[in-house]
């Protein structure tokens, strides 16, 4: 397992949104993989039910009542856990690295064909959706972030996924700016941050 550290830029309560997909921003919550140790934002069960709640994955309600049964049972807490941050890191590994390892792959698998297996269809209008019944399963988020992550890898939408430009950063986020020609998770932070690190080198260098 990565070695992580205790700081991160942005805790999971108030982090950017920044990946287009619920895939990408689950493969976000951790960030400085390339020269570590891995900034981690899922540090206890409590924080993925978090994010799954700001992504809307779960509502509030879901979100409080997975919280005391985490508590009750923290052994199967940590084991999810566990499990989200594998799902986590072969997601991030498919979208990132150059050829997909097959170990990867059938993670991925095996976590999307739960999710489908538990998937329902619904009435709803005029039409039909997909949804979830109300669980009390403590790895009931992973189910639609593994299929979010099989849908974009199977779609032509792959090949406008991205990796934030900031070598400690690793974000990924779906490039669907007109000319694809986006370099930054966000402007605001790795952008500027690279912008001032490049003007204070220049003034150095004078």
């Not at 779609?155 to 990924?172: G, I």
Request: hydrophobic share 35%.
């Amino acid at each position: 397992m990565v070695n992580t550290e205790t700081t991160d830029f942005e805790p999971v309560e108030t982090m950017d949104l920044a990946g287009g997909d619920v895939c990408l921003d689950f493969a976000n919550t951790a960030s400085g993989r390339s020269v570590g140790p891995l900034r981690e934002k899922l540090r206890a069960y409590a924080d993925l039910v978090t994010w799954a709640e700001r992504v809307g994955l779960v509502g509030e309600r879901t979100g409080r009542r997975l919280r005391k049964e985490g508590a009750r049972a923290p052994g199967e807490a940590s084991a999810v856990l566990e499990r989200a941050r594998e799902l986590r890191e072969a997601i991030y590994r498919l979208f990132a690295a150059p050829e997909a390892r097959a170990d990867d792959l059938d993670l991925l698998s095996r976590e999307a064909g739960r999710g489908a297996a538990e998937r329902r269809v619904v009435a709803a209008g005029d039409g039909y959706r997909y949804v979830w019944p109300d669980s009390d399963s403590l790895d009931q988020m992973l189910w639609p972030a593994a299929l979010s992550a099989g849908d974009l890898l199977t779609s032509p939408d792959r090949e406008q996924v991205k990796e934030c430009a900031s070598h400690d950063c690793n974000w990924l986020f779906l490039d669907m700016s007109r000319n694809h020609s986006r370099r930054w998770c966000d402007m605001k932070v790795c952008g500027n941050r690279a912008k001032a690190r490049r003007f204070a080198e220049r003034h150095r260098d004078e």
